[in-house]
């Protein structure tokens, strides 16, 4: 599929790529080995990232419970 550049360098990406997605409206975009890579991404305001700080430091949950958890999710599975 064809993805087409404008003057203002904005990229129109086709339908059909995009329905393959769940919604999306910002994508990360990178460069690997000289093609664009875009893979989407949640924004998240800080707002929202605060008050999951505070009902963390409220449960009592140290730094190093934090890291465990996520250390834990990010573990292979298979």
Do not use: C, H
Not at 26 to 46: C, K, N
């Amino acid at each position: 599929m064809l993805a087409k550049l404008t003057s203002k360098n904005q990229l129109t990406l086709p339908k059909d790529l995009l329905r393959q997605l769940p919604r999306v409206e910002y994508f990360e975009a990178t460069v690997d080995g000289g093609a664009i890579v875009l893979r989407p991404v949640q924004v998240v305001s800080v707002l929202d990232l605060e008050r999951v700080r505070d009902a963390v430091a409220e449960a009592g949950a140290r730094e190093e419970d934090v890291a465990d958890a996520v250390a834990w999710a990010r573990r292979p599975r298979g």
